[in-house]
């Protein structure tokens, strides 16, 4: 069953669920889950180093183990990303918001304020949603999109001094310190990006654990079982 969120508010019952995200959906965004969070581990401590041990650095190598470990990650998050924005053009009408909110309604800024005051808090007023609520539209596309995509390159250009000139990472990605000659510019622009990151996983799990518990659908089971359920417990709120 495919129905957007505005043919969901013309309904006189709302139905018990509807299958939004498909299974390609759920592997990546779990994938994309576990990567993240080990990206973002093992970048901290690349950037702040464990304390020096005894002993030959050879007998150890903790460091080399953890930028290895950090560069699988990063080609897993990279080539899940890839496959994410194929997804979002043939996959089901749900998956191509990734790529393309539909910013251009009025009824989605209208959505997007009363969102950004339901999370504030400001109202109790709460509606339904079969897919991302407007104000997670918004987020997803800054986070997933446009600072994922800018991790991926920044990441492979630093990435690229490791397996030298003429390289596949240096053809590719080498262009970034034509930008930016500062290999550690770059890097800090790359650990920025990191806490960014950071601060969007926060968030994600707040609001995905309060729609659980507060609002008029599931939140974290939609993305484990692709089925959005609904609490019947009245008309939906106009917005």
Same mark, same amino acid.
């Given at each position: 069953?495919v129905?957007?969120?505005?043919?969901l508010?013309?309904?006189?019952?709302?139905?018990?669920?509807i299958?939004?995200?498909?299974?390609?959906?759920? /592997?990546?965004?779990?994938?994309?889950?576990?990567?993240?969070?080990t990206?973002?581990?093992?970048?901290?401590? /690349?950037?702040?180093?464990?304390?020096?041990?005894?002993?030959?650095?050879s007998?150890?190598?903790?460091?080399?183990?953890?930028?290895?470990?950090?560069?699988?990650?990063g080609?897993?998050?990279?080539?899940?990303l890839?496959?994410?924005f194929?997804?979002?053009?043939?996959?089901?009408?749900?998956?191509?918001?990734?790529?393309?909110?539909?910013?251009?309604?009025?009824?989605?800024?209208?959505?997007?304020?009363?969102?950004?005051?339901?999370?504030?808090?400001?109202?109790?007023?709460?509606?339904?949603?079969?897919?991302?609520?407007?104000?997670?539209?918004?987020?997803?596309?800054?986070?997933?999109?446009?600072?994922?995509?800018?991790?991926?390159?920044?990441?492979?250009?630093?990435?690229?001094?490791?397996?030298?000139?003429?390289?596949?990472?240096?053809?590719?990605?080498?262009?970034?310190?034509?930008i930016?000659?500062?290999?550690?510019?770059v890097?800090?622009?790359?650990?920025?990006?990191?806490?960014?990151?950071?601060?969007?996983?926060?968030?994600?799990?707040?609001?995905?654990?309060?729609?659980?518990?507060?609002?008029?659908?599931?939140?974290?089971?939609?993305?484990?079982?692709?089925?959005?359920?609904?609490?019947?417990?009245?008309?939906?709120?106009?917005?």
């Amino acid at each position: 069953m495919v129905i957007s969120s505005d043919e969901l508010r013309k309904l006189d019952k709302v139905p018990e669920q509807i299958y939004v995200f498909e299974l390609p959906v759920r /592997i990546w965004h779990w994938t994309h889950a576990f990567s993240i969070f080990t990206l973002i581990f093992t970048g901290y401590l /690349i950037a702040v180093p464990l304390p020096s041990l005894h002993g030959e650095a050879s007998m150890h190598f903790i460091m080399g183990n953890l930028r290895m470990i950090h560069f699988i990650a990063g080609m897993v998050f990279s080539v899940g990303l890839l496959m994410r924005f194929y997804w979002a053009v043939v996959g089901n009408v749900y998956s191509r918001q990734l790529l393309f909110p539909r910013i251009h309604r009025k009824v989605f800024w209208q959505e997007f304020w009363h969102e950004v005051k339901w999370y504030a808090f400001m109202t109790r007023k709460c509606g339904k949603f079969v897919a991302h609520n407007p104000l997670a539209q918004i987020a997803i596309f800054f986070f997933n999109v446009i600072l994922a995509l800018f991790m991926v390159i920044t990441g492979l250009a630093l990435y690229s001094q490791g397996t030298g000139d003429g390289s596949w990472a240096d053809v590719m990605f080498g262009w970034v310190f034509v930008i930016e000659p500062s290999s550690q510019l770059v890097r800090m622009w790359h650990l920025f990006g990191m806490w960014l990151m950071l601060f969007f996983v926060i968030i994600h799990i707040y609001m995905s654990i309060r729609e659980d518990v507060h609002s008029r659908q599931n939140g974290v089971g939609t993305m484990i079982s692709g089925w959005r359920r609904f609490r019947d417990d009245g008309p939906m709120d106009p917005q």
